[in-house]
């Protein structure tokens, strides 16, 4: 049977007979954090994506993407906490001709929506952009050479009611679509000086009243951008940045890179590479940092989690050391006005670690009774925490589930 280890900061330096640690068997009523182990589905490597939806309806639904033999499935959980999976497994190859899947596929939620994306290479000169909700998916299929996806955002775009999906890949960015896509298709070259910035993470921020949100991107040179979001109706051959000028972030951001929307006209930057990891709060009207970075290598993933007016980075680590194995753990951050506090808040791992067990290679913040819970993806396992508590004791989330 197996047990959950919930940590607080500063307990491994307690002593044992005054240790802050409590363990919970995952299967009682009373624990606070439960695990769905792969269900019965054909892919080999579940849990190698996880996304949650963002609107009523969607409380307690996760989107699961397996790879291996690729399939998209959808983890409902019900009032008490139990999880279920209907019937809207999804085998991608048979379906829709996607085999093998990335390291790390690109998932995305629509912000305004239930909608999730998922962003595919297919080949050579392919993209794939599976888009929808609750098992209803629909492919749309953009071409460039080569199709390596770098990534991807939902943005608000020009003329559009809904949100709308911009791709990066290599130098270009494809313009955005819902729907058929456009023909021609719409495609940028963002361009620093002439010079292709060849983006590694995208992000928007919101310009009302204008008629698009404005694109931020994050260059394969460590510059941070900001692009005006009306070209991308079809725009030229190059896109040169509006003000404020570039900003030299001081990372170098690789595959799986993020910006991820904070409150406040804010953004949070995820940089990933071969070597380290990054995280720091910039301001989207300055560009400017905000605050002082966290620079830990082995981070594979971030989401944000909302808990009332405060926000906290959950940050996955799925190769760190655990109890002697490489078994990983999730770190969690507050975001304060000065930044990011780069003391954790909180470290979560599986009590019985195992060799591999990738525990954070994946993370959500799941909407459930009106909160967001800290979800974690691990080897074919789903972690689900249904209330926790911050380093000192105090609360972060009270019990979530209904009849417990």
Known sequence: ???????????????????????????????????????????????????????AGSEGRLVVIGAGQATYSELVFDAKGDSSLPATTLELNSQFGIGNLDAQPILLADPGGDAVALVVNAGGSSILVLEGSQGQLNMHQVFVSPS???????????????????IASGDVVLGTFYGTVPNPQPKCKLTDGGTAIQPKALGVVRTDPA????????????????????????????QEPKAPA??????????????????????LLQG???TSGFLQVFDVDTLMPVGG??????????????????????????????DGKTAGKVLLFKIGAGGIETAPALTLNDAQPEGNESFGRAVAAMPYHGTKLITVAADNEIFVYFRANLAAGTTLYDETRQGR
């Not at 280890?5 to 002593?15: K, P, Q, R, Y």
């Not at 068997?25 to 019965?40: I, Q």
């Not at 989401?303 to 760190?320: F, K, N």
């Open 1 to 55: 049977m197996r047990t959950i280890l919930f940590i607080t900061v500063g307990a491994l330096a307690a002593s044992a007979a005054a240790c802050k640690w409590t363990e919970f068997d995952d299967l009682s009523d009373e624990t606070w954090v439960s695990s769905t182990e792969k269900p019965d589905v054909k892919s080999s490597n579940y849990g190698v994506a996880i996304q949650r939806g963002n609107k």
């Open 148 to 166: 390596d996806v770098n990534a991807a955002t939902y943005m608000r775009a020009p003329g559009a009611t809904v949100n709308q999906t911009l």
């Open 211 to 238: 008629p698009a949100d404005d694109v931020i991107a994050w260059g394969g040179n460590g510059k941070l951008y900001r692009y005006d979001g009306a070209v991308f109706n079809g725009c030229a051959t190059m």
């Open 246 to 267: 570039a900003v030299a972030t001081g990372f170098t951001p690789g595959p799986g890179s993020q910006i991820l929307a904070l409150n406040g006209r804010k953004i």
């Open 272 to 274: 990933r590479n071969n």
């Open 293 to 322: 970075s966290v620079s830990l290598g082995g981070l594979a993933t971030a989401a944000i989690l909302d808990v009332g007016t405060t926000q906290y980075v959950i940050a996955g680590y799925p190769s760190e050391i655990v």
